[in-house]
């Protein structure tokens, strides 16, 4: 079964840093681009970033750029996303996704981990 | 880049077709044919239900149909059933650096 699972949320002081992590399971890591998006409560998505299979592009929602870093491991089938000076706004739930190969579509979503930033 | 303009709520009884909306420009929906829809439970992840315009993932139910027309894409739900019930969100790919746009959503209802 493929499977995504997020993990690392919490609650933390606004400039804080925190990191998120992504495990996946029942498909072949290193063959899929893989996402961050996120969703703020009662309201709707929006993209945070993207990594291509190998790790070696990145890109990034210009309200995050310079904060947040999307990395991966595929030894490990793990995601991640570093984020630093954290906002009120960054509060959300983070998902992550992968790309079906060979399109511009997240077909496989994780469950979420909540991120509350607050003082 | 603003995200895409969906309808904030559609609505109709079990058994009729419903469509929805997604405007976007001609940097995204307009320009590219990576069109994407999905669909959100309260609580839960979003479901990819269509790509690439008009194509259904596997498992995806023959009553979602997807087309573009310009810069507006549409998602069409017939026969339509109380499981529908949700918010429904597309997506593009967008030239621009943020790569990726997400509309506002739609909250379907079945009466």
């Known amino acids: 079964e493929v499977q995504l699972l997020e993990s690392g949320g919490g609650l933390v002081q606004p400039g804080g840093s925190l990191r998120l992590t992504c495990a996946a399971s029942g498909f072949t890591f290193s063959a899929c681009a893989m996402s961050w998006v996120r969703q703020t409560p009662g309201k709707g998505l929006a993209w945070v970033s993207t990594i291509s299979n190998s790790g070696s592009d990145t890109y990034y929602a210009d309200s995050v750029k310079g904060r947040f870093t999307i990395s991966r491991d595929n030894s490990k089938n793990t995601l991640y996303l570093q984020m630093s000076s954290l906002r009120v706004e960054d509060t959300a739930t983070y998902y992550c996704?992968?790309?079906?190969?060979?399109?511009?579509?997240?077909?496989?979503w994780g469950q979420g981990t909540t991120v509350t930033v607050s003082s | 880049q603003s995200a895409l303009t969906q309808p904030a709520s559609v609505s109709g009884s079990p058994g009729q077709s419903i469509t929805i909306s997604c405007t976007g420009t001609?940097?995204?929906?307009?320009?590219?044919?990576?069109v994407s829809w999905y669909q959100q439970h309260p609580g839960k992840a979003p479901k990819l239900m269509i790509y690439e315009v008009s194509n259904r993932p596997s498992g995806v139910s023959n009553r979602f149909s997807g087309s573009k027309s310009g810069n507006t894409a549409s998602l069409t739900i017939s026969g339509l059933q109380a499981e529908d019930e949700a918010d429904y969100y597309c997506?593009?790919?967008?030239?621009?650096?943020?790569?990726?746009?997400f509309g506002t959503g739609t909250k379907v209802t079945v009466l």
């Open positions: 997506s593009s790919y967008t030239s621009t650096t943020t790569r990726y746009v």
């Open positions: 001609s940097s995204d929906i307009g320009g590219y044919n990576y």
């Open positions: 996704a992968k790309f079906l190969p060979g399109t511009r579509s997240m077909d496989v």
